[in-house]
């Protein structure tokens, strides 16, 4: 599974994906987890099979949502508290109940695409 976590300048979105890709490879799963910004997401999402959305980008999460919908991405809004994970194994948790559609080694299940906040 391809992450993609995004912020206003890459800075925040940085750290979350470091974590979480790390956290994906604690527990042996093939995920990547890549940093980008709202102004590189249009290029981004192309590459990626969900969206992370930081918290302070909710009022930009309605077009992030449909962009990323007509290609068949997921997009997720973490909550404010996202930043203290600093295992990102909650964040990588919380992507996977997002993604209840897709089996643990991050395949498909259904071609369903939803917005969740979680």
Do not use: K
Not at 50 to 73: F, M, Y
């Amino acid at each position: 599974m391809r992450i993609l976590v995004v912020c206003g300048a890459g800075a925040s979105s940085t750290f979350v994906a470091q974590r979480v890709r790390h956290a994906a490879h604690d527990r042996g799963l093939p995920y990547s987890a890549q940093a980008g910004t709202v102004r590189s997401l249009p290029n981004d999402l192309d590459t990626a099979d969900v969206v992370l959305v930081g918290p302070h980008l909710a009022p930009e999460l309605e077009w992030i949502s449909q962009d990323a919908a007509t290609r068949g991405v997921r997009v997720v809004l973490l909550p404010e508290d996202v930043f203290s994970d600093l295992t990102g194994t909650r964040t990588l948790s919380l992507v996977e109940e997002a993604l209840g559609a897709r089996d643990p080694r991050g395949h498909r299940r259904s071609s369903r695409t939803d917005t969740d906040t979680v």
